[in-house]
Nanobody
Framework: QVQLVESGGGLVQPGESLTLFCAASGSDVHLYNIGWFRQAPGKEREGVACISVTRAPTVYEESVKGRFTISRDHVKKMVYLKMENLKPEDTGVYYC??????????????????WGQGTQVTVSS
């Protein structure tokens, strides 16, 4: 099992940056790939990015490529989502999630078993 807690969300203006944090705890955290998802108001949850146990990153959401960077620190058991040049359409609740242990990264939320509570990101002037 792994427990996930997101933090770092807030209200920012367009063009600004924000880094989200996903603190993981439990047994064998280093054996879980961890993804970031987001859900905008009135829309389905979408996969943003995922990082493997070997720290190989994948960004799934085309609109954030070049702006968002996913990383992890195995010692701190922390996963980060650095978001730059934020746009209003980035607004939503951001979740970190993990599939079953040793299962692959995916952009599909149904492939993930463990979820954090979410952190709100609002990009508005």
């Amino acid at each position: 099992q792994v427990q996930l807690v997101e933090s770092g969300g807030g209200l920012v203006q367009p063009g600004e940056s924000l880094t989200l944090f996903c603190a993981a705890s439990g047994s064998d955290v280093h054996l879980y790939n961890i993804g970031w998802f987001r859900q905008a108001p009135g829309k389905e949850r979408e996969g943003v990015a995922c990082i493997s146990v070997t720290r190989a990153p994948t960004v799934y959401e085309e609109s954030v490529k070049g702006r968002f960077t996913i990383s992890r620190d195995h010692v701190k058991k922390m996963v980060y989502l650095k978001m730059e040049n934020l746009k209003p359409e980035d607004t939503g609740v951001y979740y970190c999630a993990a599939p079953e242990r040793l299962r692959s990264c995916s952009a599909d939320g149904s492939d993930y078993k463990y979820w954090g509570q979410g952190t709100q990101v609002t990009v508005s002037s």
